[in-house]
């Protein structure tokens, strides 16, 4: 097998360089007609964006595409989209080749359609076109909604798609364009991968485009991808671009951002970037967003993306009264931060988990203390643990109902980590969507307790879901009805 061309660079201050890039070698690609193609079009494609379209357009002597699986990813506000673009016009209005386009959501959906009709217009003859050359070229078109297509001269076909687990596709295809790669999901796959076998022009093609894989996403085929692209031996029909950082860092370093961002300055700018900083996103969702962060891969974690976001519930979902509530509060090894978190349980329902706070005990105890200490009329229990700062917790908190405030033993803390587990596992918890939560959840490891198999949750994130634990365990073991006349111990 021939070694990839294969690079891991530095980003220079003054220009942005891909984190990694692999590409087979090759002598001719498409590229230069593609790239005219599009500035018809409007579409004036910066140098790396040129330089990807070398990668996807390479051909071999028998006119084959190099690269048969194509991914990028590219921080927001990039423009990574418009280069599929260009690619996907060029294909369908120009060689003939039959392309779906597919989004996660139906919005991006619509958004994408409008983009190329902007350019081959809503109908044949479409008078108002504002490209008339590419209008030109359009044989049929399909506006019924969740069936749009094109369709051109010398057989090519675009058509757009919003992925679900029972999409239908009307054509065979050669090449799909996945776009918001980061939310694809092995079970869309498994539906529109099918529609290439049978591609007329017998040169398939798969692109991945999107930003990192969030924290707690079960969509994992990205992830896959790209873990591919940094192997040892990456597949060859693989090719790979990424930008993006190596650590969540400072994420207010507009310096930083030139760094991974290669058309920062171009079409991308600094206003609608900064919209993204706290408190619109939180420091990991800004860098996986914006800098193209992506999450380290644990390979002994003890829960896969795909467990714990299956128990994601919209925030309007989740129960708000009733049952009981329990708190949560881990503080870590050293003592330096600790996390809060809240369960509730229903009658019939499974425990419903957050995660309230996540943050450094370098102003002492007092407010989280205050906290605790207002909420012990209401729950049944909060259970505090940790080597370092739960005794100053717990002294803090200062006199409150006999039963509310638990220390846990290690049996305790055993039961609690084997009953979230059990939960995740098996339908009995839920939680909201939160970075913070969901990359303790997803990336925590099994931490030895005592001698005879006993464990608790490990790793360097492991405090939100060790936090989330113990609410789970107090909300289901407590007997504490805050609701009876209340003893102060």
């Known amino acids: 097998m021939t070694p990839s061309t294969r690079s891991r660079q ?26 005219a193609a599009a500035a018809q079009a409007g579409i004036e494609l910066l140098p790396w964006q040129v330089e990807l379209l070398r990668d996807w357009s390479a051909i071999d002597g028998e006119g084959r595409f190099v690269h048969s699986r194509c991914g ?28 779906l386009w597919t989004d996660h959501n139906y ?25 008339p050359r590419f209008n030109a070229r359009v044989t049929e078109v399909n506006n019924k909604t969740a069936q749009e297509f094109f369709k051109f001269k010398g057989g090519g ?30 079970e869309h796959t498994q539906i529109i991968t099918p529609t290439m076998t049978s591609g007329a022009r017998g ?23 790209r873990a591919e692209a940094w192997s040892d031996d990456p597949p060859a029909d693989l090719c790979w671009m990424e930008y993006g950082v190596d650590e969540v860092g400072d994420i207010y370093d507009e310096d930083r951002w030139a760094t991974v961002n290669p058309s920062l300055g171009h079409i991308a700018n600094y206003a609608a970037i900064r919209l993204g900083l706290p408190p619109n996103l939180d420091e990991l969702a800004f860098a996986q967003e914006y800098l193209g962060y992506w999450l380290p891969k644990v390979a002994d974690a003890v829960v896969s993306a795909e467990e714990w976001g299956a128990r994601a519930v919209p925030r309007e979902l989740a129960p708000k009264e009733g049952g009981r509530v329990a708190y949560g509060v881990k503080f870590s090894a050293d003592g330096s931060s600790f996390a ?13 988990v957050e995660l309230v706070a996540n943050g450094s005990t370098s102003r002492g105890p007092g407010e989280l203390a205050e906290w605790v200490a207002a909420r012990a009329r209401t729950a049944s229990c909060c259970v505090v643990d940790g080597l370092s700062g739960a005794d100053s917790l717990v002294d803090a908190v200062g006199r409150v109902p006999r039963g509310y405030i638990v220390r846990p033993g290690a049996a305790d803390v055993m039961a609690a980590a084997d009953m979230m587990l059990a939960a995740i596992r098996g339908g009995g918890m839920t939680h909201l969507d939160d970075p913070a939560l ?8 099994r931490r030895a307790i005592g001698s005879r198999g006993g464990w608790g949750w490990g790793g360097d994130n492991a405090t939100p879901i060790e936090a989330a634990s113990l609410a789970l365990w107090g909300a289901k073991t407590s007997k504490r009805n805050p609701a009876r006349r209340l003893r102060f111990g």
């Open 107 to 131: 919005s991006t959906t619509c958004e994408m359609l409008d983009r190329f009709r902007d350019i081959l217009g809503r109908k044949v003859a479409d008078e108002r076109a504002e490209h």
């Open 157 to 186: 076909v675009l058509a757009f798609s919003t992925r679900t687990k029972k999409a239908k596709m009307g054509f065979s295809f050669d090449v799909v364009v996945y776009d918001e790669a980061q939310e694809l999901r092995h």
């Open 340 to 352: 809060l978190a809240a369960a509730r349980r229903t009658e019939g329902g499974p425990v419903h």
């Open 10 to 35: 530095a980003s220079a201050p003054s220009r942005a360089r891909p984190r990694l890039h692999v590409a087979r070698p090759y002598a001719r690609d498409l590229s230069a007609p593609v790239a």
């Open 72 to 99: 990028a990813s590219i921080p927001r506000q990039a423009g990574k989209s418009v280069d599929g673009i260009a690619w996907a016009l060029s294909l369908a209005v120009f060689m003939g080749y039959k392309v």
């Open 203 to 225: 040169n398939p093609q798969t692109l991945y485009l999107g930003t990192p894989t969030r924290a707690g996403s079960p969509a994992e085929v990205f992830q896959g991808v």
């Open 438 to 445: 969901d990359l303790s959840a997803t990336t925590a490891t």
